[in-house]
């Protein structure tokens, strides 16, 4: 059965190049929407290779060799260099499949609300991936308002009893390291039913013994040393003129020649365990983050019955961080709990990651007393060390936003900044008369140095092939109105509102300064 076009959240365009052509989603919408509905249809299909590439986060992390100081890199031991880069494995579909995955992601999303709806306490401590509404607003919450909630319950708990605990968890490995077989288990169970359907099973296959090719090898050189070369356009400009479409290749045929002549490398099972049996599921799909909420469904349900109903404590879980507010008395019992449980998952939790906080009112000499937070290391106790938690941190005193966010924001203004003033300065030396240098300063103060962004509509172009008079497929933009999207400014804005303090503020007092530094120092004619 159809679902109603406002049912339809999993229908969504995507922009990427594939293996397989982008749709058109105006032409072919009943088409596709027909297929994908269709069991029969679903359980006869031929899923296509993913496509990886890594994604690396830059961090400004401490030392290893024991120093206190921080950096993104450092020489080791054997004099090596050594980044502090965390790189994050993405797979992605062709677009046909991500809306495949995607409709299946609705169905069983669909039933893990249900039966999360059971029980509205524990439904509230499930966070991530779901849209859990404001009350009394029509919008649902974010990270800042999760964040706030677990602070708040600190501050709360400890102003009651004089103290509390938190204990911060991470599960090690959490998407590579599902257990296919207690994934099955649990996707059938969702559904009501002993076996999965043949459809369902076919996705459920897709998913777990998924095959993928390097985004790396489509490029027109092997990437070295961290830089990547780009893809050959004038291929793919002639695929678009020719046959009207944007993929990496005219056809499937050309794909799998590809394949055949050795040209392009097929791989698969990039996850395995200790015995070598492959595990895991792939970041990036459609299905992903659904699979992930329901792998853990009944660790959830015995989480909450231990620590809110027996222990009298509080449970959030986003993803795979697991925050914990309870009496310091508890801490121990509960830290064997949680580690005991995870491992009926065929999990771990990674204990460098495990952090232990008390919090406690302390009096400073002559003034009333105060609430501080004290985390519990090997080496012993860091008084004022903060409890990190969604991208913010609570210290007792304020709700920050974390203060590495805060430095990648001033990384990414002065790189862009740089990297415009770069282009506008190469264009006024070809051309003294060209006005593209104010231009680009205009667009970087709106992006970087504008305190509120307002709440309206902007004009922007959509892209669309189509065959001119010769025959040829040519790109042409279609004007269309969109939302203005929010700066970093404005979210830092709305973090102090919505949490209620104005520090937060404070804390990008600098941004205007360092903006106006980066545009006098890169935007000169002299360089």
Same mark, same amino acid.
């Given at each position: 059965?159809?679902?109603?076009?406002?049912?339809?959240?999993?229908?969504?365009?995507?922009?990427?190049?594939?293996?397989?052509?982008?749709?058109?989603?105006?032409?072919?919408?009943?088409?596709?929407?027909?297929?994908?509905?269709?069991?029969?249809?679903?359980?006869?299909?031929?899923?296509?290779?993913?496509?990886?590439?890594?994604?690396?986060?830059?961090?400004?992390?401490?030392?290893?060799?024991?120093?206190?100081?921080?950096?993104?890199?450092?020489?080791?031991?054997?004099?090596?260099?050594?980044?502090?880069?965390?790189?994050?494995?993405?797979?992605?579909?062709?677009?046909?499949?991500?809306?495949?995955?995607?409709?299946?992601?609705?169905?069983?999303?669909?039933?893990?609300?249900?039966?999360?709806?059971?029980?509205?306490?524990?439904?509230?401590?499930?966070?991530?991936?779901?849209?859990?509404?404001?009350?009394?607003?029509?919008?649902?919450?974010?990270?800042?308002?999760?964040?706030?909630?677990?602070?708040?319950?600190?501050?709360?708990?400890?102003?009651?009893?004089?103290?509390?605990?938190?204990?911060?968890?991470?599960?090690?490995?959490?998407?590579?390291?599902?257990?296919?077989?207690?994934?099955?288990?649990?996707?059938?169970?969702?559904?009501?039913?002993?076996?999965?359907?043949?459809?369902?099973?076919?996705?459920?296959?897709?998913?777990?013994?998924?095959?993928?090719?390097?985004?790396?090898?489509?490029?027109?050189?092997?990437?070295?040393?961290?830089?990547?070369?780009?893809?050959?356009?004038?291929?793919?400009?002639?695929?678009?003129?020719?046959?009207?479409?944007?993929?990496?290749?005219?056809?499937?045929?050309?794909?799998?020649?590809?394949?055949?002549?050795?040209?392009?490398?097929?791989?698969?099972?990039?996850?395995?365990?200790?015995?070598?049996?492959?595990?895991?599921?792939?970041?990036?799909?459609?299905?992903?983050?659904?699979?992930?909420?329901?792998?853990?469904?009944?660790?959830?349900?015995?989480?909450?019955?231990?620590?809110?109903?027996?222990?009298?404590?509080?449970?959030?879980?986003?993803?795979?961080?697991?925050?914990?507010?309870?009496?310091?008395?508890?801490?121990?019992?509960?830290?064997?709990?949680?580690?005991?449980?995870?491992?009926?998952?065929?999990?771990?939790?990674?204990?460098?990651?495990?952090?232990?906080?008390? $919090? &406690?009112?302390?009096?400073?000499? =002559?003034?009333?007393?105060?609430? #501080? %937070?004290?985390? *519990?290391?090997?080496?012993? @106790?860091?008084?004022?060390?903060?409890?990190?938690?969604?991208?913010?941190?609570?210290?007792?005193?304020?709700?920050?936003?974390?203060?590495?966010?805060?430095?990648?924001?001033?990384?990414?203004?002065?790189?862009?900044?740089?990297?415009?003033?770069?282009?506008?300065?190469?264009?006024?030396?070809?051309?003294?008369?060209?006005?593209?240098?104010?231009?680009?300063?205009?667009?970087? $103060? &709106?992006?970087?140095?504008?305190? =509120?962004?307002?709440?309206?509509? #902007? %004009?922007?172009? *959509?892209?669309?092939?189509? @065959?001119?008079?010769?025959?040829?497929?040519?790109?042409?933009?279609?004007?269309?109105?969109?939302?203005?999207?929010?700066?970093?400014?404005?979210?830092?804005?709305?973090?102090?509102?919505?949490?209620?303090?104005?520090?937060?503020?404070?804390?990008?007092?600098?941004?205007?300064?360092?903006?106006?530094?980066?545009?006098?120092?890169?935007?000169?004619?002299?360089?």
């Amino acid at each position: 059965m159809h679902q109603k076009k406002s049912q339809l959240d999993w229908y969504k365009s995507k922009g990427y190049l594939h293996i397989t052509p982008q749709i058109g989603f105006g032409t072919e919408r009943k088409k596709i929407i027909r297929k994908i509905t269709d069991p029969d249809f679903i359980s006869r299909y031929a899923f296509y290779p993913l496509i990886h590439t890594n994604i690396y986060e830059r961090r400004y992390k401490r030392i290893a060799n024991g120093s206190k100081d921080r950096a993104h890199s450092y020489i080791s031991e054997t004099g090596e260099s050594v980044k502090s880069t965390k790189v994050r494995p993405l797979h992605y579909a062709t677009h046909f499949d991500s809306l495949v995955y995607g409709y299946y992601a609705s169905i069983i999303q669909n039933e893990y609300e249900q039966k999360l709806a059971r029980n509205a306490e524990l439904s509230k401590c499930i966070i991530a991936y779901r849209r859990i509404e404001i009350e009394g607003e029509e919008k649902n919450k974010s990270t800042i308002h999760f964040a706030k909630e677990v602070f708040s319950e600190i501050k709360e708990r400890a102003e009651q009893s004089g103290s509390c605990a938190v204990l911060a968890f991470d599960i090690k490995g959490f998407f590579p390291g599902l257990d296919h077989s207690l994934l099955k288990k649990s996707w059938a169970d969702i559904i009501d039913k002993t076996e999965l359907p043949i459809d369902h099973y076919k996705v459920y296959r897709a998913v777990t013994n998924f095959s993928y090719i390097l985004l790396d090898d489509l490029r027109v050189k092997t990437t070295k040393k961290g830089r990547h070369y780009g893809f050959n356009e004038k291929e793919l400009a002639d695929i678009r003129n020719t046959h009207g479409i944007q993929s990496f290749f005219e056809s499937p045929s050309a794909f799998r020649d590809r394949i055949k002549t050795g040209k392009l490398r097929i791989h698969k099972y990039p996850f395995r365990n200790a015995e070598g049996k492959p595990i895991g599921i792939p970041q990036g799909l459609a299905i992903s983050a659904t699979l992930a909420n329901i792998y853990l469904k009944n660790f959830d349900e015995r989480v909450f019955e231990y620590i809110v109903e027996k222990k009298k404590g509080f449970y959030r879980r986003y993803s795979d961080d697991i925050a914990i507010v309870c009496s310091v008395e508890d801490v121990d019992e509960i830290q064997q709990f949680i580690s005991e449980e995870i491992q009926k998952q065929k999990l771990n939790i990674s204990t460098d990651k495990t952090e232990q906080f008390e $919090y &406690k009112f302390v009096s400073l000499g =002559k003034k009333s007393p105060e609430l #501080i %937070s004290i985390k *519990k290391t090997i080496n012993g @106790k860091v008084v004022g060390a903060p409890f990190v938690y969604l991208g913010f941190s609570f210290d007792g005193r304020k709700m920050l936003i974390k203060s590495a966010n805060i430095s990648k924001f001033y990384r990414k203004l002065i790189h862009s900044v740089k990297r415009k003033a770069k282009r506008a300065i190469k264009i006024a030396q070809n051309d003294p008369e060209n006005k593209e240098a104010a231009i680009f300063r205009r667009q970087l $103060y &709106k992006e970087y140095n504008t305190k =509120k962004t307002p709440t309206r509509k #902007i %004009s922007n172009n *959509k892209k669309r092939l189509e @065959k001119n008079e010769v025959g040829e497929y040519r790109l042409i933009s279609i004007p269309f109105k969109r939302k203005l999207r929010s700066n970093y400014t404005s979210y830092v804005n709305r973090a102090a509102e919505i949490m209620n303090e104005p520090a937060i503020q404070k804390q990008i007092r600098k941004h205007r300064a360092i903006f106006n530094e980066a545009i006098r120092r890169h935007f000169s004619l002299k360089k």
